[in-house]
C-alpha cells in the first residue's frame, strides 16, 4: 500500500454517502432495569469512531456520543431486580410455559428486526466492520433467534412424556439456573453476546446484560424492544467499567451463570470474585491461537483462498481467525508468492464501501502493539513479506506477512487479534504437532493437504488437543447447528443453537412409583393443568 493510498484513506465529511452519514453524537443516559429505562446523571463515557474525517488541517477522529458510566451501586440495583424477577425460581418468568416464553422471545425479534438499518449503520461505525459483514452479522442473529426457538420447541416436545424404567414412573424436563450475567465481544457485539443472551432469557432464567467495551450505542436503538418484550426484571441492561460494575456483581455471590466471551484472563479474575464457585456455572469463549497447517501435496490455490479469508476477514479480529501459518518448506515460496497477490487485492477503505476489505480498527492503541510485534519479529529474523506491510495511519494497520517466523519472537505465542500473518517454514510436520500440543489454546485448526494418509495422521493427531479440525477450510464458528467449544484457555462449555439452550438450563426429574393411584394423582394433574411442569403439552 504506498503512502499517497494512506494519506487519502480517510474520507472528508461531504464524501460519505448521505444514507450511512451519522446526526450529532448521541449523549445516552438511559438504561434498562425492572422493565423500566432510568436515566443516569453521573459521568459518561465518549464511545468514538475507529473513523478519521479528513479536513484541511489534520485528521478528526468522530465521537459518535457516549454512554453511561454506571457505578456498582447503579449495577447491583439491576441485579437486584433480576433477582427478585428470578424469586429462587418462583417468579413469574422460570413458570411461564415454554410455549409463553418463545412467544416473548418472538415479540422481541418482531421489534429488533425493525432496526435492522441504524443497528447495521452503529455496526459500522462503532467497530469499522465493512457494510457486507455488519448486515450479515445482523441477519445472522435474528436467524440464530429463530433457530434457538425451534430447537426449543422441539427439546419440549421430547420432554412432554412420561418415562416408566423399574416400576418408577418420570417426567424430565430442563428448568432454568437462575440469574444470569452475560457480557459479549467487541468484534461480534450483536451475534456472539446474542448466542448467549438468547438462549439464557428463552430457558427461563433472568439477565444482567453488560453490551461489550466497543459496539456499545448499537445495543441503544434495542432498549425499548427488551423492554416492550419481556416482564420487569427479567433483562437488566447496564453499562459502565467491568472492574466497578461486573466486579461487584460477582462479588456478592448471586450470580448462578456467567457466559462470557473475551479473555481468558478476563473470565479467570471475574470468576476468582464470585464467593460460591461451585454454584456458578460458566460458558466462556476464550483466546486461540488458530493455526493454519499447509502440507507439501497441497491445492495451493484453495490453501490461499482459504487462508486469506481465514486470517484477515475483519482485519483478523475474530477468535476463529488464522492466527499462524504452517507451511512445508518445498512449497513455501510459492504459497507466499500466491498469498501476497491476493492480499494486494484486498481494497482499504471505509466501512460503508461495498467493495472495502480491510477497515479501521475500533481498539485504542492496536496499532502501536500490532507495530511492536511486527518490529519483534524484525528484529529477530523475520521480513515483511508483501509491499506495503505494516504500513499504518490512525487507526488503519495495513495487513504484514512475516516470515520466517519462528518461536523465540512474540508473534509466535501472542494473539495478534489483527491483520498480522505470522508464517512459520517447517520441515518436519512434527514441528507443528508439538506446537499444538504444547499450546495454551485450543480452539479451532485447519489442515490443507491432498494426502489422505498424512491428513488421516494428523487428525488423530489433533483431535484430542482442539474442538474443531477443518480440512481444507479455514476456521469458522458455523453453522450454528454445529458444536462450537474449545479445550486448555480457549473455552468452557459448549455453544450451538442446540447446546447453549443445555448450558442455561438444567434436567430436573419428578418420579413416582408406576402404582395406579400414583398414575391417577398424575393423570389429575395433567387434566386440571394444575402443574407447569407436569405436562403432556405438545408444541406444533
Known amino acids: 500500500m504506498s503512502t499517497s493510498q494512506l494519506d487519502t484513506l480517510f474520507p ?144 419440549d416436545r421430547k420432554s412432554s412424556r412420561f418415562e416408566q424404567v423399574q416400576g418408577t414412573i418420570g417426567q424430565i424436563r430442563r428448568v432454568p ?68 460494575t461486573v466486579s461487584a456483581l460477582m462479588a456478592s455471590g448471586k450470580i448462578d451463570v456467567f457466559a462470557f466471551i473475551g479473555t481468558h484472563k478476563g473470565a479467570s479474575d471475574l470468576k476468582r470474585l464470585h464467593p460460591r464457585p461451585h454454584r456458578l456455572r460458566a460458558a466462556l469463549g476464550l483466546d486461540a491461537k488458530n493455526p493454519g497447517i499447509v502440507l507439501p501435496e497441497v491445492d495451493l490455490d484453495n490453501a490461499v483462498n482459504e487462508a486469506i479469508t481465514g486470517a484477515l476477514s475483519f482485519n483478523g479480529q475474530r477468535c476463529t481467525a488464522l492466527k499462524i501459518l504452517f507451511v512445508h518448506e518445498n512449497v513455501l515460496g510459492s504459497f507466499l508468492d500466491k498469498f501476497t497477490a491476493k492480499l494486494a487485492t484486498l481494497k482499504p477503505g471505509m466501512p460503508w464501501d461495498a467493495s472495502a476489505a480491510l477497515t479501521p480498527l475500533p481498539e485504542p492503541g492496536k496499532v502501536d502493539y500490532l507495530n511492536g510485534l511486527l518490529d519483534d519479529a524484525v528484529s529477530k529474523g523475520a521480513k515483511v513479506v508483501n509491499p506495503g506491510g505494516g504500513e499504518s495511519r490512525h487507526s488503519f494497520f495495513y495487513p504484514a506477512v512475516l516470515s520466517p517466523v519462528s518461536p523465540d519472537m512474540r508473534i509466535y505465542h501472542e494473539e495478534q487479534f489483527g491483520p498480522l500473518v505470522p508464517v512459520v517454514p517447517y520441515r518436519d510436520v512434527q514441528e507443528v504437532i508439538d506446537y499444538v500440543q504444547e499450546s495454551d489454546y485450543g480452539q479451532q485448526l485447519s489442515i490443507f493437504g491432498n494426502n489422505s494418509a498424512e491428513v488421516g495422521r494428523l487428525v488423530d493427531a489433533f483431535v484430542n488437543q482442539v474442538g474443531r479440525i477443518n480440512i481444507n477450510a479455514q476456521c469458522q464458528r458455523g453453522p450454528d447447528s454445529y458444536p462450537f467449544n474449545g479445550r486448555k484457555n480457549s473455552a468452557e462449555g459448549t455453544l450451538s443453537v442446540h447446546d447453549a439452550l443445555r448450558v442455561f438450563s438444567i434436567r430436573t426429574l419428578v418420579a413416582s412409583r408406576g402404582t395406579a393411584e400414583s398414575k391417577a394423582l398424575l393423570n389429575d394433574i395433567i387434566l386440571n393443568r394444575e402443574s407447569v411442569f407436569i405436562s403432556t403439552d405438545y408444541i406444533l
Open 12 to 155: 472528508r465529511a461531504e464524501d460519505i454517502p448521505e444514507q450511512y452519514r451519522l446526526g450529532e453524537p448521541v449523549e445516552q443516559r438511559e438504561y434498562l432495569v425492572n422493565g423500566e429505562l432510568l436515566r443516569w446523571e453521573g459521568a459518561l463515557a465518549t464511545v468514538y469512531s475507529p473513523v478519521y474525517l479528513a479536513d484541511e488541517a489534520h485528521d478528526q477522529q468522530v465521537v459518535l456520543g457516549s454512554t453511561p458510566l454506571l457505578d456498582a451501586d447503579a449495577a447491583m440495583v439491576a441485579l437486584d431486580a433480576a433477582v427478585k424477577a428470578y424469586d429462587h425460581g418462583q417468579g413469574l418468568w422460570p413458570n411461564l410455559r415454554v410455549a409463553e416464553r418463545i412467544q416473548h422471545v418472538e415479540t422481541f425479534l418482531a421489534k429488533m428486526r425493525e432496526q435492522r438499518e441504524t443497528v447495521v449503520r452503529l455496526l459500522m461505525w462503532e467497530i469499522g466492520k465493512n457494510l457486507k459483514d455488519s448486515e450479515k452479522e445482523f441477519d445472522r442473529t435474528c436467524d440464530y433467534i429463530v433457530d434457538t426457538i425451534e430447537s426449543l420447541k422441539e427439546l
Open 177 to 244: 439456573l437462575g440469574v444470569a450475567l452475560c457480557m459479549g465481544p467487541y468484534n461480534y457485539p450483536l451475534n456472539e453476546t446474542f448466542t448467549t443472551l438468547i438462549p439464557a432469557l428463552i430457558m427461563g432464567n433472568t439477565v444482567v446484560f453488560k453490551p461489550a467495551k466497543f459496539g456499545v450505542l448499537l445495543i441503544r436503538p434495542l432498549l425499548e424492544a427488551f423492554r416492550d418484550s419481556f416482564p420487569p426484571g427479567v433483562i437488566n441492561v447496564i453499562y459502565g467499567r467491568g472492574r466497578e
